[in-house]
């Protein structure tokens, strides 16, 4: 008798001991804070990824042009060989053409003033003839390189999602169990959206930020971006 209420008092410990096992292990794996900090973790290692992937350098050069010179003027700058998209001092489009050799062809500004910009993410615009300029028919007056959100590489971005959206989160290396998606929202009205499906009833958090963005016409222009997480 005496053995045998020595092992039941063994047996009440393990009982217990794996109930208190058994607790841990679910609060440890299931509880909702947890899930928070893995939800928030991951909504700020998101707004990382795609601010990379929507990114790419932009180099500038101002420059003044003689007033002497005709209306198209082409100007070479050495050690450029990007596409070019030209803006006047107001920030507004310039008329402009890259051709094979890098010579970058616009209309010139009333003002004799012009903002050439390099990327990648420019195209060679409509064919236009300028006259060639040599360095003493123009000054650069400033050149900056910086990285900049482009509005392409939004539209790069919301295919890869609809198309790819499994290998796009392995790439960004998101949780499996935590789905993501980006929103890009501009002031004429016009957006792009990339959202799978969203469960009702499930917690869902957001970042976003007013962010300068190159349009696909070459012109800065400010927009809303969101991305959001559940």
Sequence with gaps: MVKKRGLGHVEAVITLVIFIGFLIFAFTFFNPFRANRTLTSTLDYSWREVEDAT????????????????????????????????????????????????????????DNFAVIRYSKQFTKGSTIAGTPLTQSDYIISSSDSKLARYETLFLELNRSYYSNYTGLKKQFNLPNRVEFGFSVIFADGSKIEAYQNIPAGVEILSKSDRVEIVRLNGIDEYGEVFVRVW
């Design 55 to 110: 990114s790419d350098n932009i180099e500038s050069y101002s420059v003044v042009i003689g007033s002497a010179l005709p209306q198209l003027v082409a100007i070479s700058i050495p050690g450029t060989n990007l596409n070019a998209s030209v803006v006047d001092s107001s920030g507004n489009k310039v008329l402009s053409f890259t051709d094979l050799l890098g010579g970058v062809h616009f209309a010139r500004p009333t």
